[in-house]
């Protein structure tokens, strides 16, 4: 009967080598799980004598190829679901790595399954391979790829990590695609703006100059407003339309500046949650994205400290990080998990109170996901509600834009008309 050797993981999660008789790799598969390990590698063993007279082949160089970008969250969410499926089929992980890594086209996660394959190959964990590749697979994605190994459900817990992350970037879609339509049309209304204001509006004025109106209030400041932003005015160096253009990317800039540093990233992401309507839609999408993360990694065996870790890391408001310190800080000293977070007011009590009540039952993670399920579709229901909220007031800021400019150059018409009227008679 054919022997094989495996590489596996034991409950305590340490490596385990060793050699099992079966007729098939599936059945070696198999008697390798009723040893209570899990098999990272089965590969048949090679006879001494053929393996002595086989020639050295060149081993194929791995990884180190150079990419330009990362690991996009569509791309990644593909590769998770994949592997669960060849995992839960029974293959091999590190066959199961090599083909998904045949698959993909040459980039950042061509290069970075191809030094995880080594990894694995070579003995190490798949958690610890991954981790080594941060830009690719975070804290959270490999904490739950340890929690599956030690525990032998891989194949559930990268499935349920797939689910994670497709919900996760189904509410991004939704903030995002809101805030798509109001940013353009005023991308195009402003650049309307600027071009009438630039190159229509001056040759008005000289038409008003030379027939010595008297131009209204309206008209002077839109005059005034116009010569500003074509560098018309004497002295004037910079047209105005130049600060237009450049002053939003500094601003930019500068607030990402501010934010890398942690007072910085502090005070604004406070003062975000002030904004009206924006604000109360980040906390819910905040609050979604805490406790469907807390929720799986729970779920997924993830220890209940490391776990708040984990979510204060990635959870993207330092109010919330702080927060979920307190929260860790109090399970430390065995105090509840509710408490902390009711004190520091950043949910709401509906959130506290089933978060206390799944202390109580013993059923937090269920409690938790139950919670992100919630405030998803709070969630869509704001995205909805500010769309529909936007589209009329674009129209009435058009339209007080447009009218006020129609009016400031009507009125000085009226006064030409009125002089030449009265001199033709």
Known sequence: MPTFD???????????NGTVEAATSDEAIARVKQQNLYPTSVVPKKDASKKAAEPKAKKKRRGGG???????AKQLTTFTRQLSTLQDAGLPLLRSLQILEEQQKPGKLKN???DVCDSVEGGTSLS?????????????????????????????????LADFMEKSQRLKRKVVGALVYPAVVIFVAVG?????????????????????????????????????LAGLNPGQSIPGVLFIVFVPPLVLIGWKLIRRAPPGRAITDRMVLWVPVIGGLIKKTTIARFTRTLGTLINAGVPILEAITITK????????????????????????FAQPLRESKVCDSIVVNMIDVGEETGDMDAMLLKIADNYD???????????????????????????GIVVAMFL????????????GK
């Open 6 to 16: 495996y590489q596996a993981l034991n409950a305590q999660n340490k490596k385990v």
């Open 66 to 72: 150079f990419s330009i970008g990362g690991v996009g």
């Open 112 to 114: 970075v399954l191809l």
């Open 128 to 160: 610890e391979s991954m981790a080594q590749h941060p830009s690719a697979f975070d804290k959270l994605y490999s904490k739950m790829v340890a929690a599956g190994e030690v525990g032998g459900v891989l194949d559930i817990i990268l499935q349920r």
């Open 192 to 228: 309307i703006v600027m071009f009438i204001m630039v190159f229509i509006i001056p040759k008005f004025s000289l038409i008003f100059a030379e027939f010595g109106v008297k131009m209204p209030a309206l008209t002077l400041f839109l005059v005034t407003s116009s010569r500003w």
């Open 313 to 336: 890391e990635t959870c993207g408001n330092a109010v919330f990080e702080n927060a979920l310190q307190k929260v860790h800080d109090s399970i430390r000293e065995g105090e509840t």
């Open 377 to 403: 579709d709070e969630v869509d229901v704001a995205v909805n509600a500010l769309v529909k909220l936007i589209e009329p007031l674009l129209v009435l800021f058009l339209g007080i834009v447009v009218g």
């Open 412 to 423: 000085p018409l009226l006064s030409i008309i009125e002089k030449l009227s009265s001199g």
